[in-house]
């Protein structure tokens, strides 16, 4: 299957196109935000000066930063968390800053999904614990914000990445991979409870 | 767990996005061991499990252990991931109360055996414990309720837990020890088979019936939602009947050494 490639800051367009199932590779900035950074904003916080994320790109990550002897960070270990925490704030966190894409894993629910679609925004799975091979797509930390009121992993890292995996679970046109395998599951599952092993 | 891992990439269909997944954690782990780098960002809960004389000093081993935990985080071998609930201070030194976490239990034997697992917070959040009966699931207080109770804690997990994992289960004891033994399970080798066959014919039956959802990885859909299941029994209260769930995911991290009493290594556990 062809791959996609995304550049970042992505139009509102291009990120309406894609479909589930769609391969793509990220080229440009990413925003590290999970469970803190997530609350903050959505509680009515400020973007740190200088940072815009209109056509922007969040993502679900907590990464392992080392900080060498030039005081330069490195990025050692960077897969997607759990997104479905985000859920009570994604949706309005989309259409406060203008975010036209969410990396994470494992999905979001019903309101993120009506957000994606209203606001022309999608929602990109990268591989869980696939951490090495997505911070290898980690070409440099640009900037680090909230690192010491909210410590490493729950930081705000601005990433410059190329080439960086991942499937479009959630579309702008309200389809979700995730709402499909959860109702064929639990069609088997009632199958399977139903009858005795 | 890298057999399975390979045997999984095997079932899966061509071009699917399943077998891409299991592509992807091939490389991952690859490069993970050549890079000596954490393979998940969520280096988790440090757990110790030791098995030592009753002469062993606990404290001292605690107190070392946890200058090991700090130093490896320096390394960014591990994440810093011990939080203050309330503050939400995060000193970086992953040692505070409860973390990192210890199991101790006498053996009679002078060898030692210190046993580690790294378990991440994905995986964690969808452990569950069940109390039977339960009106939701129509699950009794028996095997075919524990199996109704365990298959929906699949179910649950789908895309949250980082499947393909493993499963550990622990019938009956109560809420805090079943908790501790359902992730003890996971010290078992994934190919280990229980003697007793009730057991061993319900782990086999897990399995199957959790790869017939059609999970898959990462929740993708597809045929691998489960490499393993491991289950135990603890006696109950009269009153009580928990089934116990834990999920490990597909990063499964352990190691174990046996020490002899010089403090040499003389075996590793798991290759």
């Not at chain 1, 000066?49 to 993502?59: H, P």
Request: proline content about 5%; overall charge positive.
């Amino acid at each position: 299957m062809r791959t996609k490639p995304l550049q970042t800051p992505l139009s509102e367009e291009r990120v309406r196109e894609l479909r589930v199932g769609d391969r793509v590779v990220i080229t440009g900035v990413v925003f590290t935000a999970r469970d803190t950074v997530h609350k903050y904003l959505a509680a009515g916080g400020d973007l740190p000066g200088g940072v815009d994320l209109r056509g922007g790109v969040i993502y679900h990550c907590g990464p392992v930063a080392v900080r060498g002897n030039d005081g330069r960070w490195q990025i050692v270990a960077a897969g997607p968390t759990t997104s479905y925490r985000e859920e009570p704030y994604q949706a309005e966190i989309i259409r406060k800053f203008g975010l036209r894409a969410v990396i994470g894993k494992g999905g979001m629910g019903g309101k993120t999904l009506e957000a994606l679609k209203q606001h022309g925004c999608v929602y990109l799975h990268a591989v869980g614990g696939a951490a090495q091979v997505l911070a290898e797509c980690v070409t440099a930390v640009q900037d680090v914000w909230f690192l010491d009121e909210f410590g490493a992993p729950e930081a705000m890292w601005k990433l410059a990445v190329a080439d960086f995996p991942a499937v479009v679970t959630m579309d702008a046109t309200g389809n979700s991979l995730h709402e499909l395998v959860r109702a064929s599951s639990q069609t088997e599952l009632a199958r399977a409870l139903s009858g005795s092993p | 767990m890298r057999n399975a891992l390979l045997l999984a990439r095997d079932c899966e269909a061509n071009d699917s996005l399943a077998a891409s997944v299991l592509e992807t954690i091939h490389r991952n782990i690859d490069l993970a061991c050549s890079r000596t780098r954490p393979i998940c960002q969520d280096t988790g809960s440090v757990l110790f499990y030791v098995t030592a004389p009753s002469s062993f000093d606990r404290t001292a081993f605690k107190k070392l252990a946890g200058r090991c935990v700090t130093a490896a985080t320096a390394k960014g071998w591990l994440r810093p991931n011990s939080v203050d609930p309330i503050t939400g201070r995060n000193d970086g030194t992953n040692v505070g109360p409860g973390t990192p976490t210890f199991y101790f239990e006498d053996g009679p034997d002078p060898a030692i055996t210190i046993k580690l697992m790294l378990k991440g917070g994905g995986c964690e959040n969808v452990g569950a414990q069940y109390s039977l009966p339960d009106a939701r699931l129509g699950a009794d207080r028996n095997l075919d309720g524990c199996r109704k109770a365990v298959l929906d804690a699949v179910f649950q997990a789908q895309g949250k837990g980082c499947a393909p994992g493993v499963l550990g289960i622990c019938i009956g004891g109560d809420r805090a020890t079943g908790y501790e033994h359902s992730k003890i399970q996971f010290l078992r080798r994934l190919d280990d088979t229980k003697p007793d066959p009730t057991l061993r014919a319900f782990e086999e039956d897990i399995l199957r019936s959790a790869n017939a959802l059609g999970i898959g990885p990462m929740g993708f859909g597809g045929k691998t939602t489960l490499l393993a299941a491991k289950a135990c029994t603890l006696n109950r209260l009269p009153a009580s009947y928990f089934v116990t769930v834990s999920y490990m995911c597909w990063a499964f991290r352990r190691q174990g050494v046996v020490l002899d009493q010089s403090g040499h290594i003389t075996q590793w556990l798991y290759s």
